[in-house]
T-cell receptor, first 112, second 116 residues
């Protein structure tokens, strides 16, 4: 089955700096890679996703890149703000399966 | 994005009782919903896949007789924790595949269960 690894487990950045979270996956058949933001006591919220037919996708301050050859994808957050502080999860899914495999999560802390 | 509503958000019960958690897709029909369990500071653990009109598919190690899942309509799936014990205390989260062809997965707000 699919295995998704995520790094780092914790990340502290100053407000205005950029944050990068990286994930690797094992199943070359995976073709859908979403990122979720989870605030304390709440369910995960889909913030951006990418499919295997593109290498990069951007939405305002967040972007995701995908390297299919190396089987890794990354989340980039620019101009970080305190409200970006949360736990971020990457995930992967193959076209033949409907369930997602999640990474272990990254706790992002944006300090003033 | 699509809206998935989960109820109740918090529930406290006594050992031995059963608790039902509801998951509704508010603006789309979901033939497939998923139930997750999350321990503090941990990732989401898939418990089961709920398919409308058929039996749920449970992940290895999840007791199907303890965690009863019913997906009676295209907008509602329920998780019943039967004969709850303190070790069942956890954060339970449901999710549903959107009706779009792209198939994004959206999550409910989660339900925190505390068993005394």
């Amino acid at each position: 089955g699919e295995n998704v690894e995520q790094h780092p487990s914790t990340l502290s950045v100053q407000e205005g700096d950029s944050a990068v979270i990286k994930c690797t996956y094992s199943d070359s058949a995976s073709n859908y890679f979403p990122w979720y933001k989870q605030e304390l006591g709440k369910g995960p919220q889909l913030i951006i996703d990418i499919r295997s037919n593109v290498g990069e996708k951007k939405d305002q301050r967040i972007a995701v890149t995908l390297n299919k050859t190396a089987k890794h994808f990354s989340l980039h957050i620019t101009e970080t703000q305190p409200e970006d502080s949360a736990v971020y999860f990457c995930a992967a899914k193959s076209g033949t399966a409907s369930k997602l495999t999640f990474g272990t999560g990254t706790r992002l802390q944006v300090t003033l | 994005g699509a809206v998935v509503s989960q109820h109740p958000s918090r529930v406290i019960c006594k050992s031995g009782t059963s608790v039902k958690i509801e998951c509704r897709s508010l603006d789309f029909q979901a033939t497939t919903m998923f139930w997750y369990r999350q321990f503090p500071k941990k990732s989401l653990m898939l418990m089961a896949t709920s398919n409308e009109g058929s039996k749920a598919t449970y992940e290895q190690g999840v007791e199907k007789d303890k965690f009863l899942i019913n997906h009676a309509s295209l907008t509602l799936s329920t998780l019943t924790v039967t004969s709850a014990h303190p070790e069942d205390s956890s954060f339970y989260i449901c999710s549903a595949i959107s009706g779009r062809a792209t198939g994004e997965l959206f999550f409910g707000e989660g339900s925190r269960l505390t068993v005394l």
